[in-house]
């Protein structure tokens, strides 16, 4: 049985940061690549960031480049997302995502899903 389950999540101001971390249960994690996915209200949702198998490779939206930062520890089956200069349009329920290839900013190209946690930016 896979689980991804996000946590971290919250109200957070524009100068502040946060950081999101999802544990996965995938078997073995290091063969998935990992993804990032958001849902504002009333859009649809969208590609945030995603990692490869190690770690080694990343890939952004241009709306988040240079703010948040993706990453991963395969140790503890862990995949985080590190928010800076967090803006109110940054607002939405935020996603982790396992796919098997790299890089994928699809939804349909991802196999697992978290069922999200809400990251509030107040200005």
């Known amino acids: 049985q896979v689980q991804l389950v996000e946590s971290g999540g919250g109200l957070v101001q524009v100068g502040g940061s946060l950081r999101l971390s999802c544990t996965a249960s995938l078997r073995p994690f290091r063969s998935y690549a990992m993804g990032w996915f958001r849902q504002a209200p009333g859009k649809e949702r969208e590609f945030v960031a995603a990692?490869?198998?190690?770690?080694?490779?990343?890939y952004y939206t241009d709306r988040v480049k240079r703010r948040f930062t993706i990453s991963r520890d395969n140790a503890k089956n862990m995949v985080y997302l590190q928010m800076t200069s967090p803006k109110p349009e940054d607002t939405a329920v935020y996603y982790c995502?396992?796919?098997?290839?790299?890089?994928?900013?699809?939804?349909?190209?991802?196999?697992?899903w978290g069922q999200g946690t809400q990251v509030t930016v107040s200005s």
């Open positions: 990692i490869s198998w190690t770690g080694s490779g990343t």
């Open positions: 995502a396992a796919s098997r290839d790299f890089p994928l900013a699809g939804i349909k190209e991802y196999e697992y």
